[in-house]
């Protein structure tokens, strides 16, 4: 925890490198200060179908799900740092997006593996 979790149109998949794309999330998140490297997690969904104004119109959204206890601070930090790095990359892409989401400590659960 936490999770980056990347949506894009598949034709960014023509100009970038995902695994490029998930490398500059993670390190962003190790960039913030705000959570640990070892706790990170990334994983990217391309969307075949989607509307946007013009039809060649290209995206890559993240959401971010932390525990919840990180300040509004800590939060926009990560999600500037996610856009300077990612706009740095996806110099074409018309538009990129960050959400930072909450999740409920109690309510989140998961199973490792040992």
Not at 30 to 38: F, G, L, N, P, R
Not at 53 to 62: A, K
Not at 66 to 91: F, H, M, P, S, V
């Amino acid at each position: 925890m936490p999770h980056f979790v990347i949506e894009y149109s598949r034709d960014v998949e023509d100009q970038y490198d995902i695994n490029k794309v998930m490398q500059i999330a993670y390190k962003s998140g190790v960039e913030s200060d705000v959570m640990q490297a070892v706790d990170i997690k990334v994983r990217a969904t391309p969307y075949d179908h989607y509307r946007l104004l013009n039809d060649d119109d290209s995206f890559v959204h993240i959401t971010v799900y932390l525990l919840a206890g990180r300040t509004d601070e800590q939060k926009e930090l990560i999600a500037l740092t996610l856009r300077k790095n990612l706009t740095n990359y996806l110099k074409t892409i018309t538009s990129i997006s960050i959400d930072i989401r909450d999740m409920n400590p109690i309510a989140y659960k998961k199973h490792l593996l040992e």
